[in-house]
């Protein structure tokens, strides 16, 4: 009898030791996601980021565009002058 239960402990022993590692890999296992899920967001911002930046860089060329086409409008007008 003392037997049985000496192999019943040692069973729920063996038990309680599978699932104390199981639940350290899990821990690290959602620890790994979270760090991955942290670069991921960096990422995001980073690339919004340069979205950002290239939209302002887009809108300043078009500027410059608009202007440059002004300027020429106004040579074009200025040289129509000495057209013969």
């Given at each position: 009898m003392i037997a049985g239960i000496t192999s019943q402990a040692?069973?729920?022993?063996?038990?309680?030791e599978r699932v104390s590692t199981s639940t350290e890999q899990m821990v690290q296992q959602m620890a790994d996601i979270?760090?991955?899920?942290?670069?991921?967001?960096?990422?995001?911002?980073m690339v919004a980021a340069s979205a950002e930046e290239e939209n302002a860089s887009m809108e300043e060329i078009a500027a410059s565009a608009n202007a440059l086409s002004h300027m020429a409008q106004e040579l074009q007008e200025h040289i129509s002058i000495f057209r013969v």
């Open positions: 040692e069973d729920v022993s063996a038990i309680a979270t760090n991955v899920s942290e670069k991921s967001a960096h990422n995001s911002q």
